[in-house]
């Protein structure tokens, strides 16, 4: 079975019959029936297309189009495909779409626990209410900022339904489900040391505003890669 890599190469070299037969075989390994009937229908194109230019039935322009066509297609189709050909890969992507909705929620709950665990140590007499909102202060601005950027990204997708056909590496999942843990704990953990006693609160508060410059150039690199519209 040819990889993902060779497939791409019989593309370019133009052997498209090859090509498309590879992208078939390696869809049926990979059990992922939506690229599989794509696949079908695509090959069944292109045996129409040929025929179509075999019998002169289809002048050179024309045919040129749908070679084209047919091209983007099945580059298309092979970038959808997993990067190996085993059912477990099948399961184990994420489209684009529904990665920035993953990043939404991580986002706004990372951001609501740390505020909520806060207003929580001033209410019960953790803080002074002058404290609470210098605290809040260093907390609400990046999430006011960011979180309008998420929104309007998404909601505008949801409206055309133009999502790019891509998918999100596990790693980088991975990395990204460690970035948002690590912020609320820390967060977290500096707020109940300073209710404790251990550190100041000018200690905590600037600690507060090192912690959310960092997740800001996270978060901004985030939204700048996956939120911000992309220039034609």
Avoid at 92 to 98: G, H, S, V
């Amino acid at each position: 079975m040819r990889t993902k890599k060779e497939i791409r190469g019989l593309v370019a070299d133009g052997r498209l019959p090859e090509a498309a037969e590879a992208a078939l075989q390696y869809a049926e390994a990979t059990g992922d029936p939506t690229n599989l009937n794509g696949l079908i229908a695509l090959n069944s194109d292109l045996t129409q297309h040929r025929e179509g230019w075999l019998s002169g039935q289809t002048s050179f322009e024309e045919f040129s189009r749908g070679q084209a066509r047919i091209t983007h297609h099945l580059l298309d189709r092979v970038d959808e495909l997993p990067d190996e050909p085993n059912p477990a890969a099948i399961k184990k992507r994420m489209r684009e779409e529904n990665y920035k909705w993953q990043v939404f929620y991580l986002f706004i709950a990372s951001k609501l626990l740390v505020f909520l665990w806060t207003f929580f140590m001033w209410r019960t007499e953790g803080f002074q209410t002058e404290e609470a909102l210098t605290a809040f202060n260093a907390l609400l601005p990046g999430f006011m900022v960011y979180a309008a950027i998420m929104f309007k990204a998404l909601f505008r997708s949801g409206i055309t339904g133009d999502g790019p056909k891509r998918f999100v590496p596990t790693r980088f999942r991975t990395i990204a489900w460690v970035v948002f843990i690590g912020y609320t704990v820390v967060q977290v953990f500096l707020v109940t040391e300073k209710v404790k006693g251990n550190i100041t609160f000018t200690t905590m508060n600037l600690a507060l505003v090192a912690v959310e410059a960092g997740m800001g150039r996270f978060i901004g690199e985030m939204v700048e890669g996956l939120f911000k519209e992309k220039q034609a």
